[in-house]
């Protein structure tokens, strides 16, 4: 059981879940079925705020591993995100940065000969996604993330998926409520 606050909208009578809140529900968009009930009392709205809400249970109790992780679609983008030589524009940074806490970091390429402009790199974008003083390592993929910045990592994404002392792991260990807010800038 997972207790999801929702945000109701003047639209046709349609539930959206985003895809990082669906791993836990078995949800694979195949036709499944999902039913929801509504706590009617303030006491039932509480107990299930503070017994399973989403942000409460970010790992499995069983397993000890992550009940969320990103979707294949976000697997696949920071996989590609994370490749050598992938340069993004101002206009680009600032589009994809608008779901982030921190700031925009200053520029890995100043101005390149080619068209005068700066640049920056994946890695730069994906460390506007964690949080300061965050620190993180794994060995087999040569991934360090020190002070909130990654420093290295290899084309190998075992560090960003749902495995053993995986990125999303660490981060509900030193951050966890936070951590399901940084998930969903993630996504």
């Known amino acids: 059981m997972i207790a999801f606050t929702v945000r109701v909208l003047p639209i046709t009578s349609v539930v959206s879940i985003n895809p990082l809140c669906c791993s836990p529900l078995c949800g694979d968009f195949d036709g499944d079925c999902l039913h929801g009930y509504i706590p009617q009392s303030v006491g039932a709205r509480v107990e299930l705020n503070e017994l399973v809400a989403l942000d409460r249970q970010l790992i499995n109790g069983q397993s000890g591993t992550n009940l969320l992780s990103l979707c294949q679609d976000s697997l696949t983008a920071a996989y590609l995100l994370l490749e050598d030589g992938v340069r993004l524009n101002v206009y680009q940074m600032q589009q994809l940065q608008m779901l982030c ?30 949080p300061f003083k965050f620190d993180y390592a794994f060995p087999s993929n040569d991934v360090i993330v020190s002070d909130g910045e990654l420093i290295s990592c290899s084309e190998a994404s075992g560090w960003i998926r749902d495995s053993e002392n995986n990125i999303f792991q660490s981060l509900v260990e030193h951050f966890q409520g936070k951590t399901l807010d940084i998930l969903h800038g993630a996504q």
């Open 101 to 130: 806490d921190r700031k925009l970091t200053p520029p890995a390429i100043v101005k390149a000969s080619s068209s005068n402009t700066s640049f920056w790199s994946g890695k730069q974008l994906f460390s506007i996604l964690l």
